[in-house]
């Protein structure tokens, strides 16, 4: 059940920093949104914002909307605990369970919510693991360690443990800059695939990935070091790649800064 | 650049441009060291000798400095000056070496060879009960219950304090509150043991108990909790951020994040910790004398009566002054030191039991 995100005047601040400014955007359901933009203009911290993981940053504070459908997750009464289990992320560096084995570590977010059938649990790794195009590298060695695969493979056990607890959407914090173009492709072809499924919103440096598996850019900047960093232009990914409104993003895609 | 930066006073002549030094120059043997050592221990004994020294110590030493100039002064003469230093720091570091464990070798050479006249089944099972100093017979078995019964209660008492205090300190405190434990474990990390005593002495005395096992496990739990604090503290710290997060990202409330991530990947290290503070509780005496009092007999009530533990049962037969009681605190010694040991391996075993698995 993909949902559409839809922010709006969103700040986020480290204790008195503001680290983006009054961001306003919409996602769309069912498509890959890429944000790119030079390094320290605020796409991790307008990533975390989206699924309440930037308050556990000490200090870290958010002003601002946003709706995931009809519902604030940043209303009074959302207990940010049940958002991240709807908005699941994945993580630069892939970061399997070291005390876990393949199998457990995707199993981790249902067995430690505690909100699972047993039976069930063995049909949900194995559906997780396939969706990630993992199963049949890992099916003779499900109780083998995560941290024994190759990255690539990591990388991939990481998404298949994002989508085995179902969310609506998925955060990708430059799933890809620790891996080798072959894992990078095999990742790519998956972010494909699991765009059917899911709303899925993407950070990378790579403009070639932003141009191959997105169907929105988002292009952020800051005016200096320092400076709180702001969206400056959101589009179709071909618009933004042939024909951005905005000179500043067409210096940064031909690469004459950041 | 080798020639700005190497600082070295060299007075050779700069070679000629044409002629590049070779790459292989002249080395010592690999056993070199050995033969340096030969000879150097033969030359300290030798002066020793001549010149009427008694202590071993001073043998030692003056071979040792010995070692140390001669395999500088020879690697100088047939390799150079960098790999004379090279090799001076070498010896440094094996000198040191053998300093610091040759008093830890000959202690527990004498334990084992004093200890094991006495040890055997009987002085494991047996009491002190009606035995005079003078006679070989008695045992230990009194005193090892003491202790299994203090160190272990200390231990259930200590162990989640200090841990719950850890995680309190590494996953939620902040401000003021944390500042203040943090300042009162490095406190009470700095109390001496006789101090731990006489605060439960006092307690004891206001609140008009009498001594048992209990009180000196009380005070043997002041000793610990800190180090159990401290060492869980080091161990949770280097849990990294980005498994708390991807446990968190998933939707888990961070209780749980504690208590199914955080606390198995550190696992290994805080047993280890937790044995560590163990072994150094169970060989306090001071507050065992103070609070617990010491027993001849039998008392397997930890909460009632006088007791006795390892330690205070070394230090009681030591006072007697005669063979059989020596004879009796040597075994007991070893008593305590293969307790120790035992505790270690276990936590050893435990900790690569429990680590997290890097291999396929
Ligand atoms: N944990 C943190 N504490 C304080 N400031 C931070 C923290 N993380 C990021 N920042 C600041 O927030 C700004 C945005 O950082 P980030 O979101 O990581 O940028 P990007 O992902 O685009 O490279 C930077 O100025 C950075 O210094
Ligand atoms: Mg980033």
């Known amino acids: 059940m993909a949902k559409r995100i839809d922010v709006s005047g969103l700040s986020a601040y480290y204790g008195s920093h503001k680290a983006i400014d009054d961001i306003s955007m919409t996602v769309e359901p069912r498509s890959v949104t890429a944000f790119i933009g030079p390094s320290g203009c605020g796409k991790s911290t307008f990533l975390r914002t989206l699924n309440r993981m930037h308050e556990v940053t000490p200090g870290g504070r958010v002003e601002g909307k946003v709706m995931l459908d009809d519902e604030n997750l940043y209303g009074s009464s959302v207990d940010p605990v049940t958002v991240r289990r709807t908005v699941g992320m994945v993580f630069q560096r892939p970061n399997p369970f070291p005390t876990m084995s393949i199998f457990d570590n995707v199993a981790a977010g249902l067995r430690l919510n505690g909100s699972y059938k047993k039976n069930e649990l063995a049909g949900v790794v194995e559906r997780s693991l396939r969706g990630a195009n993992l199963w049949d590298e890992v099916k003779d060695r499900l109780n083998k360690p995560g941290s024994g695969l190759s990255g690539g493979q990591q990388q991939r056990l990481c998404i298949a443990r994002a989508i085995a607890v179902e969310p609506d959407v998925l955060l990708m914090d430059e799933p890809c800059s620790a891996l080798d173009p072959i894992s990078t492709l095999a990742i790519e072809d998956l972010i494909s695939e699991l765009k059917e499924r899911f709303t899925i919103v993407i950070v990378t440096h790579n403009m070639q990935q932003a141009a191959r598996v997105s169907d929105r850019t988002a292009f952020f900047n800051l005016a200096a070091v320092g400076q709180p960093g702001k969206l400056i232009e959101i589009d179709e990914t071909d618009r933004i790649f042939s024909n951005p409104s905005v000179q500043a993003t067409e210096d940064y895609i031909s690469g004459r800064f950041g | ?360």
């Open chain 2, 1 to 360: 650049m080798s020639h700005a930066t190497t600082g070295l006073k060299d007075h050779r002549p700069a070679p000629a441009p044409a002629a590049r030094p070779s790459l292989s120059s002249r080395s010592l043997p690999r056993l070199a060291p050995l033969g340096f050592a030969a000879v150097s221990i033969a030359l300290g004994v030798g002066v020793s000798l001549a010149a009427g020294w008694h202590s071993r110590t001073q043998w030692g030493l003056l071979s040792a400095l010995i070692f140390l100039a001669v395999s500088y002064a020879v690697t100088t003469a047939v390799e150079n000056q960098r790999q004379a230093r090279d090799r001076l720091a070498t010896s440094v570091v094996w000198v040191c070496f053998l300093v610091a464990v040759v008093p830890l070798v000959s202690l527990l050479w004498t334990t084992v060879s004093r200890g094991v006249e006495r040890l055997d089944g009987y002085f494991l099972s047996h009491s002190m009960a009606g035995v005079l100093g003078w006679e070989a017979s008695g045992g230990v078995y009194h005193a090892l219950i003491g202790t299994l019964e203090q160190v272990g209660i200390a231990t259930v008492l200590s162990a989640p304090i200090g841990l719950l205090t850890a995680v309190y300190l590494v996953e939620y405190g902040r401000g003021a509150l944390a500042r203040a434990v943090t300042f009162f474990v490095d406190v009470m990390t700095g109390i001496p043991s006789i101090v731990a005593g006489l605060f439960i002495l006092s307690i004891m005395l206001i609140a008009g108990l009498e001594p048992s096992g209990l009180m000196g496990a009380l005070a043997l739990s002041i000793l610990m909790i800190p180090v159990v604090v401290r060492s869980t503290e080091e161990m949770l710290k280097l849990v990294p951020n980005e498994l708390r997060e991807a446990a968190l990202a998933l939707g888990v409330p961070k209780w749980r994040v504690i208590l199914k991530v955080v606390l198995p990947t550190a696992i290994g290290g805080i047993t280890t910790g937790v044995m560590l503070a163990i072994a150094r509780i169970a060989g306090e005496t001071a507050p065992i004398i103070l609070v617990v009092f010491g027993n001849q007999l039998i008392n397997t009530n930890p909460f009632a009566g006088e007791q006795s533990s390892l330690p205070f049962y070394i230090y009681e037969q030591y006072k007697i002054g005669e063979v059989a009681a020596y004879d009796r605190a040597w075994a007991a010694a070893l008593v305590l030191i293969a307790f120790v040991m035992i505790l270690n391996l276990v936590a050893r075993g435990i900790a690569r039991w429990k680590a997290p698995k890097t291999s396929r």
